[in-house]
Every structure is written in C-alpha cells, then in structure tokens.
C-alpha cells in the first residue's frame, strides 16, 4: 500500500471486499428492517386497539431507542454470541420505534366519521381494519419505515465491531489504522445508500400505495433476495472461528504479516476489541488479535501464541505531545515523564486485569498505583491553564490517561480535562494535531506502522528491538509532525494472537506456526 | 317496522336519550326532528347498534336486534351518516359497492345497479371514477344515499341526509327522493332539524326534546293539534309555509271548484301546487280556487 493511493485506486484494488460489504450492509438493513415491520405493523395495531398500551409500549421503544448502539450491540453479545444475529437484533430494536409509533398514530388518526361509516356498513373489526384504517393510515406507516430504513443504514456501520461486517468494516478500519480512503471507501456508499433507500421510499409513500397487500407483497419480494443474499457465506470457512480488530485487519504486524509472513490465509471476521476477548472466552471466536499487555487475557484464561516467527516486535508506549505544547506549559514535561520506566509488563497487566475483571474504575487503578509507587500527590488545584488529555477506546488507555490526569495537577499548576474513549489512532491523532487535545499515550508500533508507514525495509530494520523503533519513532514524528515522544513508561506492549487456553492445549497449540498446521491439516 | 320500546341512553350523567318509545312503519319515512342535541343521531344509531341502549328494548319486524350479530344486522339496514362519511380512498363507484363487495354480488350487477341509482339520485355518470374529494358536498351526501340504497335493504336509517345541500336544491331532491321506487318497499327513518325538510319528506313526524318524544303525528297533526305549547311555538315561525306544505292535493280535493292543469296535479302538496299555478299567468283563476278551497280544508282542521 503506498501512501499516495486515490481513493479511486482503492476502491478498485478493494473491490471484492466493498461489494461484500456493500451486500451485507443491505442485507443487514433490511432483514431487520422486515423484522422491525413484522413486529412493529402488528404491535401498532394493538396498542391503536387497547389504546391503555399505547403509552407503555411506546414508551419502552422510546427508552430501548435511546440506548446507544455500541451499548446495545454490548448487550446483544451474551444472549446472541457475535455475527449478523446481535446486529439484527439491535438494528431491530432501533427500528421498531418509529415502525410501531407511525403506525399508532396512523391508525388512531383515520377520520372516526370513517371507520363508524364502515362499521354502520356491516364491516368486521378485521374487514374494517385492512380495507380501511390500514390502507388510510399507509402513508404514514410508510413514512415511519422510511424514518427506520434510514436510521438502520447509519446504525448498521456499527455492526462490524460484533463480526457482521458491513461498511462499518472500511469505516473503522480506516479510523484506526489512519487511512482517509478505507473510511471513505465505507462512509460514501453508507450515505448513497441512506440517500437512495430515502428517496425509494418517498417515491412508494408519494406513489400513493393504499393497499396493505401490494406492500406486504413488496416487503416479501426484498426478503426472498434478502434470504438468499443471506446464504452467501458471511463468516469464516476455518475450523477455528477466527476474529480479528479492523487496525489488526490492515497491520503489517498483523493479518498482513500473517498472510506473508507465516502464509496463513485466514478469512477472519473482523471484530470490535470491546467484545472480542469475551467472544473468545464464551467460545464464540477460537482465535483473536490482541494485546500482550490486556489484562482480559489473564481474566479469561487465555493464552498467547508464540510469535515463532518474529511478526510482532515489542512496542514501547509514551505519551506524545506537540512540542510547541512542552513550551507553552513548562514544567508538564516533567511531570509526565514522572511515570517513565516505573510500569513494567506484569504491573500494566495486573492493572489493565484491575479494570477489565474486577471492574474498578480507571481512576480508583491509577490513584492505587500511584500511591503505592510514591508519586501520588493531591491536585494543587492549580489555575494557570487546562491540558487536555486524550485516549483511545480501551482500558490501558484509561488508566494512563488517569495517571496522567493526577500527576499533572499534583505537580504543576495546571488544570487537567480528559477526553477519554476516542474511536482509534486516527481520531487521537488528528485530534492532536488539530489541537483538539494536547497529549495521549500511543504506542510505537502504532507511530510507525500506522502513522509514519515507512518502506518495508526501513520496517524491517528498526522493528528489530524496541529501543530502536523508538529512537526511529521518535526522530521521525519531531521532522514530520513537530511531535514529541515523551519518555517510555516501560512495558512493552505489542499484537499477539491468543485462544482459550484448554483449547489450545486440547489441539496441541502454542506457537502460531502449529495454529497454521492444524488449521492446514485436513 | 321499527318498534322502540322504553329506550334510554345516557352518556355519563347525561340522557341523551330517556326512555322513548315510537314506531316505524313500512312503506313510511318516519322523520325525527329537534333542534340540535336532543337525541335524536342518538336514537338512530341505537337501531343499528352503533350504539347499545341503556334500556328498552328494539325491535325489527318483531325480531329484538338484540338476537343478531351487529355485522349481520348492519348489512340489511341502509344507513346515511350526516357527514356523508365516505372512504377517502375508495372511487364514487368503489364507496357505493361496499356492501355488495361484502355480499360478494358479482360485478355485473353491482355495475348496473350502481348506474341505475346514479341515475335516479341526479349524479352524472362519469363521477364513478373520481375521488370523494373531487365532488361538492352535495354529491358526496348523493353517493352516500347511493350507497345506502344499493342493496335494498328493507331499512334505511338517514342522519340529516340534505344537509349540505342549499335550500333550492334541497327542494328538488326531496321531491325525487320521496318518489324513489327504493323507498316503496322499506322502513325509514330520516333524522333533521330542518322543519321544513321533515313536513316534505315525512309521512309522519315525531318532535323530540331534550331526550324525550314530544309528539308524535302527521305533518297535519304536529300544526293542527299541537299536543303543547312547545309543539306549537316549535312550527310557528314557518307555520303559514308548513301549512300549506302540510296539505296534500288530495286532502283539498273535495274542495277545489276548478280542474288543475296535468303538470300542477302531480305536486307534493299545496304549497308545491300553489308555486306552479303563480308562476303562469294564465292560471290565475285554478290558483284562487285552491287557494279557497285551502281555507276551507284549513277550517276543518281547526274547528
Ligand atoms: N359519544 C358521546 N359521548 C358523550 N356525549 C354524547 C355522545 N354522543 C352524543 N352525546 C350527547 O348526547 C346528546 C345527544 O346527541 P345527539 O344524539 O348527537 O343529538 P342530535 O343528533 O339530536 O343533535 C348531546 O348532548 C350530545 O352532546
Ligand atoms: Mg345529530
């Protein structure tokens, strides 16, 4: 991948796996969007009859709508394992609100002079309800599809991180690994296809569509080629279920290196790493992508695979900060550099096992730490200016940031706002470069696979041990962004591929070269 | 027929309707008049079980409608809503064929018929196609008659079915509305407020209050002997018009010295006659004699 592809270019070199996503991006849409008619059409009816309901079951969709869709896929996960089901079923759940309120008020507002004239005509409850509220109340039912029809193409982006794929796949890959291209490649055809699916349904909703059965004949045509767009093979062919993170997906000390290095051609589904090692755990995914350092692995009883092939060097990770910053808040970077070697391996994964298993807050891990190291020091309630503190999405970060937090304000004057659970690498570091914060921890195998993405050679050369990536590193970002690597605060943290650990004993895995024979043998 | 027997209706605490009791019978428009709010959509409704009566009971030729299903009750009486109340989404042709559609008639004759009663209602033939919203309100009450009538039931229950139509017209259809064949043969009941409407189309009027029956009696009755004052400052506004609307040609006959010219002889009443003879000049002398012979048909009733 050379650094100055057009997105034209990527989208012609990536057009498989677009078209691929593009197809269970609908597919995803409209099966549950079938489902959300199927349950909502009916319930809108019922509550227009027991009118005693209507406030109740609104107000439940209402309140399951408001539930973020990352928190709710979250929720999804143990009853429905990972794939395409937890994604429907949420993408359902936020459909159903506009599906089932539109149809409420579409019925309940049929002129009553109507619906007495067809009861005075000896109409039934039914005859009165599909030759003369449902047909009255179309247009607005249509409308409230239309309103849920778009709502699931932006939620569906979202279905990638529980392995359903999707153009969220493009989307967050590019996010994390710094590739303007992939998150367009995804986000452009995830508007068209909000934009087109808006307009289709206008059209039906102004076309003047009355009777019930015409759309019920419509919404069967889409899922009989829904169904067999489903069939399509959406997840791994392996004997192991393998998921992967979208950043390990496009990572030469990742899937990349796997294919070249170690000739293994996986075809993983690609994962959120919020959920991909409870995945692993409860037996839904066998092989994942991970951190050395997580503490999930020791929680879980998981195992890491031995890298006997050298595709994952060690990375240090340090906190980096615009120089220009250093200077406009001195002493900062003392205060930071405070935590400089004092976090070794065992330490970060004791903590990171504090906050992911025991469930103790990042602040509670960070303040402990600090005050069994000696460096704890109660925040001088300082004045003199606010720095703003990053972090990208997972658990080390947290407690980093944290530490941070209170060394800063127990040693200098200034005042410390975190911004805590950014998406990815890309949007940490734009958002450091635009000023939007001042510092985050990053890693140095990030800097330089991701962000600087030097030639294969240059890789080669300086991943060989951590000291020297750092040095490449840290040269390097101070020429090209005018960045600062801070001093490394000692673990070494780098992507490893992990199991269940009495699975690879059962199958006899510890290296990653036994996975690729067990995986080969027939 | 239609018998009501001690029926009440109340909504909350208030009676709408308090324990009436009247009857319908065949081959008559029975009208209900009173002002507005005295029961009277009430009373009406309570015959095809829109709406269930406290108390009393109600008959159909004899059966309580009680012993049936609404839905199969419903489908042999006619009813005009006082709105007209068509299906928005259903063509003219599609409204008027709802209960052939649910008799499951075959489309021929829903056709004809359909045609047939345009015809008879004044409607062009064209309007079949069109959206209740394309017609005047006028038309859309036609359809709605049209509609009632379509089956033959031998009910036809009307709320206020003129309403939206001018005085002039109003007078028009009315006559052609008293002599459809349809009407011949069934039990109706036609609600109005309009005075004048019901001394048109009524062969006998029942004059209700606030719930309750007043009188009950023939448009000759209601002016000539008034059961109570209500009664009679009820008609006295229009009472010299109600007269002679109240008179049929037959009821002056006796009377008249002079032969009436054949377009005059098929008038509704005196007042329709009386209207026909002015216009002409050459009539003046037939207008005297029913005028005479009027006064001494009127003094009859008064003595
Ligand atoms: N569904 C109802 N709920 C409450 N009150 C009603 C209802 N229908 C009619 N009424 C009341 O009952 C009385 C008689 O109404 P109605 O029979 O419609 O009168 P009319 O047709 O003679 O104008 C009125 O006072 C009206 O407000
Ligand atoms: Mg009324």
């Known amino acids: ?109 049929v002129n009553p002079l109507v619906t007495e004239a067809a009861t005075a005509l000896g109409m039934s409850k039914s005859q009165r309800l599909f030759k003369v509220e449902l047909p009255l109340a179309m247009p607005v039912i249509i409308a409230g599809i239309r309103t849920a029809a778009v709502i699931n193409v932006g939620v569906a982006t979202l279905a990638s991180f529980v392995a359903a794929g999707g153009l969220g796949e493009f989307i967050f890959g590019g996010i994390s690994l710094n590739n303007t291209n992939m998150i367009l490649a995804g986000a452009i055809p995830a508007a068209l296809l909000a934009v087109v699916l808006d307009m289709a349904i206008g059209y039906v909703q102004r076309s003047g569509l009355r009777s019930f059965r015409k759309l019920l004949y419509a919404i069967i045509a889409i899922a009989v080629a829904l169904a067999a767009y489903f069939l399509w093979p959406l997840g791994t062919k392996n004997k192991l279920k393998i998921g992967f993170t979208p950043e390990f997906m496009g990572r030469q000390d990742g899937d990349l290196g796997l294919r070249q290095v170690y000739g293994m051609q996986l075809s993983p589904v690609v994962v959120s790493d919020a959920i991909m090692y409870k995945a692993a755990q409860e037996g839904k995914l066998d092989v994942i992508s991970g951190y050395s350092t997580d503490g999930r692995i020791k929680a879980f009883n998981l195992v890491v695979l031995q890298d006997d092939k050298n595709i994952f060097p060690p990375y240090y990770a340090a906190p980096i900060v615009k120089s220009e910053t250093l200077t406009k808040f001195p002493g900062l970077k003392e205060a930071l550099n405070l935590l ?23 602040e509670h891990v960070a303040k402990d730490f600090l005050l069994s190291a000696g460096l704890y020091k109660a925040s001088k309630n300082g004045t003199k200016g606010t720095v703003r503190i990053g972090s990208k999405i997972f658990g080390e970060q947290y407690i980093l940031a944290e530490m941070y937090r209170i060394l800063i304000e127990g040693n200098t004057d200034y005042k410390v706002e975190t911004k805590t659970g950014l998406g990815g690498t890309k949007i940490c570091f734009d958002a450091l470069m635009n000023n939007g914060i001042d510092l985050y921890p990053e890693y140095t195998g990030t800097g330089l696979l991701v962000l600087l993405t030097p030639s294969q050679k240059v890789v080669n050369e300086v991943s060989k041990d951590s000291q020297k990536t750092y040095n490449y590193v840290a040269a390097q970002f101070k020429k090209q962004y005018g960045l600062e690597w801070l001093n490394p605060i000692g673990f070494n943290n780098a992507y490893a591929l992990m199991m269940r650990r009495e699975q690879a004993e059962k199958l006899h895995i510890v290296t990653i070269s036994d996975l690729k024979a067990y995986l080969n043998k027939k | 027929m239609i018998t009501l027997s001690g029926v009440s209706k ?211 009755e209601m002016l000539y002997h008034p059961a109570n004052d209500f009664v009679k400052d009820f008609f006295a506004s229009s009472r010299l018009v109600l007269e002679y609307k109240s008179a049929t040609l037959q009821d002056i006959l006796p009377f008249l010295k002079e032969a009436l010219p054949p377009e005059v002889k098929g008038a509704a009443n005196v007042w329709q006659a009386l209207q026909l003879l002015s216009s002409e000049n050459k009539y003046s002398m037939q207008y005297d004699a029913v005028m005479q012979a009027f006064s001494q048909y009127r003094k009859l009733q008064t003595a």
């Open chain 1, 1 to 109: 991948m050379t650094q100055e592809q057009t997105l034209w270019q990527f989208i012609a070199s990536q057009q498989d796996k677009l078209l691929a996503q593009v197809g269970q991006h609908l597919g995803l849409t409209f099966l549950s969007l079938l489902l959300a008619i199927a349950v909502g059409i009916p319930l809108g009816i019922l509550i227009s009859r027991r009118r005693r309901l209507a406030t109740p079951v609104l107000g439940i969709a209402g309140v399951l709508q408001t539930v973020p869709s990352i928190a709710l896929l979250g929720f999804m996960i143990p009853a429905f394992g990972i794939g395409a089901t937890p994604a429907i079923v949420a993408l359902l759940i936020y459909a159903l609100l506009p599906i089932i309120r539109n149809t409420y008020t579409g019925i309940t507002g």
């Open chain 2, 10 to 220: 109340s909504f909350g605490t208030h009676k709408a309707v308090n324990n009436i009791s009247l009857q319908a019978n065949d081959k008559e428009i029975l009208v209900l008049l009173g002002t507005s709010g005295c029961g009277k959509t009430t009373t009406l409704k309570m015959i095809n079980r829109l709406i269930e009566p406290d108390a009393g009971t109600i008959l159909i030729n004899g059966n309580d409608i009680r012993n049936s299903k609404p839905e199969a009750l419903r489908k042999t009486i006619g009813f005009v809503m006082q709105h007209a109340g068509l299906f928005p989404h259903y063509t003219v042709a599609q409204n008027i064929a709802v209960l052939p559609a649910l008799l499951q008639w075959d489309s021929k004759k829903t056709k004809n018929r359909t045609s047939e009663l345009l015809e008879k209602l004044n409607l062009p033939q064209n309007i079949v196609s069109r959206y209740p919203h394309e017609l005047s309100g006028g038309q859309q009450q036609r359809v709605g008659i049209a509609r009632a009538l379509i089956a033959n039931t031998p009910v036809l229950l009307m709320d206020e079915p003129f309403g939206a139509l001018d005085t002039l017209t109003k007078a028009a259809i009315h006559n052609e509305f008293k002599s459809l064949d349809e009407l011949t043969n069934k039990t109706t009941v036609l609600v109005t407020h309009d005075v004048q409407e019901a001394f048109e189309l009524g062969h006998r009027i029942c004059l209700m209050d606030k719930g309750q029956i007043v009188q009950t009696g023939t448009p000759a």
């Open chain 1, 340 to 362: 400089a070697g004092r976090i070794n391996d065992s330490i970060m994964t004791s903590l990171n096992y504090k906050t992911e298993l025991l469930n103790q807050t990042p």
